[in-house]
Nanobody, 125 residues
Framework: QVQLVESGGGLVQAGGSLRLSCAAS????????MGWFRQVPGTEREIVAA????????YYADSAKGRFTITRGNAKNKVYLQMNSLKPEDTAVYYC??????????????????WGQGTQVTVSS
């Protein structure tokens, strides 16, 4: 069974940076496209960034463009989210997501087959 485990969340001041990591494990994990979502209590989970299995094709929410970068590890079982110029409105629980398709770029929760447990990101003003 495939599992996704996030790390790298924490507390940072506005303007600072954080790097989130997500590691996938399991014998059946192969050629999965991956992405990052975030959720604030009382609101819907929203896409932040996503990429195909190769990492070549990417998608960014408008709120993430120019500040966040999604990349895949060389072994392709990891995905990273580099977050720069963080703002208080970026505060949320960030979730790693994966879909059993190598070429799909996830843009909605409906496209997700697997979720991580989430990691809290808090940006103070």
């Amino acid at each position: 069974q495939v599992q996704l485990v996030e790390s790298g969340g924490g507390l940072v001041q506005a303007g600072g940076s954080l790097r989130l990591s997500c590691a996938a494990s399991g014998r059946t994990f192969r050629n999965y496209a991956m992405g990052w979502f975030r959720q604030v209590p009382g609101t819907e989970r929203e896409i932040v960034a996503a990429c195909t299995w190769s990492g070549i094709n990417t998608y960014y929410a408008d709120s993430a463009k120019g500040r966040f970068t999604i990349t895949r590890g060389n072994a392709k079982n990891k995905v990273y989210l580099q977050m720069n110029s963080l703002k208080p409105e970026d505060t949320a629980v960030y979730y790693c997501a994966a879909t059993r398709s190598s070429t799909v770029v996830i843009t909605t929760t409906q496209g997700v087959d697997l979720w991580g447990q989430g990691t809290q990101v808090t940006v103070s003003s």
